[in-house]
């Protein structure tokens, strides 16, 4: 079914350039003759849009932002338990070595959070100030917030280290909430119609080795510093710091790639039209204006 509505669809397209082109220039209503020619330009840019190293290298800065966005969420579980050794090994009963459910909750949800207002905030603002502005500025608000979170510790009076770490992991969040919207968005932008789909699923998918990386990752440093946790369970406390420091780095490696890339030439093209658009409208706005005036002081 969907299948014939989409070739309906495509035939659809088809008649109306047919028809467009049979019917003279005159009697093309103007908003017709620009939607016209702005379908004749997509579709330059498709035909021009093909697989080289600048977007294989777009890709994987897109691929690489996924690849961190998940490992910085999912690394939490695992830091979530080693905080437990870290900070209640001197509780009693079942609930020695064990963040309580208030604290753990706090958290685990923190990222998700952020996330919201970061996909709220962030994409509204690619679309005001441009894609990769905005993508380099979340990278930026990632690794700032990161390192910070490695080294959240409780204050000596006041909040507790659950409730800092709290407050970085959500400011975390509103970074990766940028990279969601705008990912998609660069990846579709660069993309032909043809491989468009393919490109966003093999972006995507880097989401399921930051997934796997997390564990990978603390079960790495935990073994590292065994010797030294078989004599104290407190050197943990580097353990955990680390696991999550180490999210920083993917996004550092591409900081470079992320700063000095450029908006699609789909993109520069509707900002262009759109900031015509404004203009014309200013000078007409302008022309009336004055016509007003003179109309006014005529009347006196």
């Not at 050794?85 to 609930?95: K, L, N, Q, R, T």
């Not at 709220?120 to 100030?129: A, F, H, N, T, Y």
């Not at 204050?155 to 409730?163: C, E, L, T, W, Y």
Request: hydrophobic share 45%.
């Amino acid at each position: 079914m969907s299948f014939h509505n989409s070739e309906s669809a495509a035939d659809i397209t088809e008649m109306e350039k047919a028809r467009f082109q049979s019917t003279p220039a005159a009697e093309i209503d103007e908003r017709d003759r620009d939607l016209l020619e702005r379908q004749r330009e997509l579709e330059e840019l498709d035909g021009n849009t093909k697989l080289n190293w600048e977007m294989i290298k777009k890709l994987t800065v897109c691929g690489v932002a996924f690849l961190n966005d998940a490992y910085d969420m999912f690394a939490i579980n695992i830091v979530a338990m080693i905080l437990g050794f870290v900070y209640y090994h001197d509780a009693e009963g079942s609930a020695a070595n064990t963040v309580p459910k208030k604290w753990d909750t706090l958290i685990k949800i923190a990222v998700q959070v952020g996330c919201l207002l970061g996909q709220l905030v962030m994409g509204r603002l690619g679309d005001k100030v441009g894609r990769t502005t905005v993508y380099a500025a979340s990278l930026m608000i990632a690794i700032i917030t990161t390192v910070a979170s490695a080294f959240s510790n409780s204050m000596v009076k006041g909040i507790n280290v659950f409730v800092v770490l709290f407050i970085w992991r959500v400011l975390l969040g509103f970074g990766i909430g940028g990279d969601y919207p705008l990912t998609a968005t660069i990846v579709s932008e660069y993309a032909s119609v043809h491989n468009r789909g393919k490109m966003i699923s093999a972006v995507f998918s880097c989401q399921g080795f930051g997934n796997v990386m997390a564990p990978i990752v603390g079960i790495i440093v935990t073994a590292c510093f065994k010797n030294s946790i078989d004599r104290d369970v407190l050197y943990l406390d580097y353990v955990w710091r680390i696991i999550i420091g180490i999210g920083c780095i993917p996004g550092l490696a591409t900081l470079y790639w992320r700063l000095t890339m450029e908006d699609s030439k789909r993109f520069q093209l509707e900002t262009a039209k759109a900031a015509a658009a404004n203009a014309d409208e200013d000078v007409l706005r302008q022309k009336l204006l004055a016509k007003q005036q003179f109309n006014e002081s005529s009347d006196y």
